[in-house]
């Protein structure tokens, strides 16, 4: 199984939140990990949101951001060209999605496309997932158990 991960089911491999422990048993059972580049950005501003809200220590921050750094070495990362474009036009035309959310359903249209392999789509944002089955995706979990 190939799994995509927007950047809600990303962090849930380096923070404990509901979910964490079916998104990780998932990326153990993946054959790839794929997202859009986009993901590092959104992430390591998530880590840092995290520290701030949270009061986390430095030395706990460290060891996440380079959990997060060594496991993005190894993803599929789908990069943001004028390729993409065309799948951005048509999925923002059809569904009411903010930029980025964008940016992670026309990659994993593209990469689900490209691919014959089993496909999930991980995403914890109702308007996102609903978006992505209508474009045929399997999705991780329901639209009825997202944010």
């Known amino acids: 199984m190939i799994l995509y991960l927007d950047t809600s089911a990303l962090v849930k491999r380096y923070f404990y939140e509901p979910y964490s422990d079916d998104v990780i048993s ?4 993946a054959t790839q990990i794929v997202t859009s580049f986009v993901a590092y950005a959104e992430t390591m501003a998530s880590i840092y949101r995290k520290k701030r809200e949270s009061a986390l220590a430095d030395t706990l921050i460290r060891k996440i951001a380079d959990s997060f750094h060594h496991d993005w070495e190894s993803f599929i990362r789908v990069e943001v060209k004028d390729k993409l474009n065309g799948y951005i ?46 474009e045929g995706l399997e999705t991780f979990p329901p639209e009825d158990e997202t944010i």
């Open 26 to 29: 998932r990326w153990k059972s």
């Open 89 to 134: 036009d048509r999925v923002v035309e059809k569904y009411p999605l903010r930029g980025f959310d964008a940016i992670h359903l026309a990659s994993a249209i593209v990469i689900h496309e490209r691919l014959s392999e089993d496909f999930v789509f991980a995403c914890f944002e109702k308007r996102l997932t609903g978006a992505a089955q209508l």
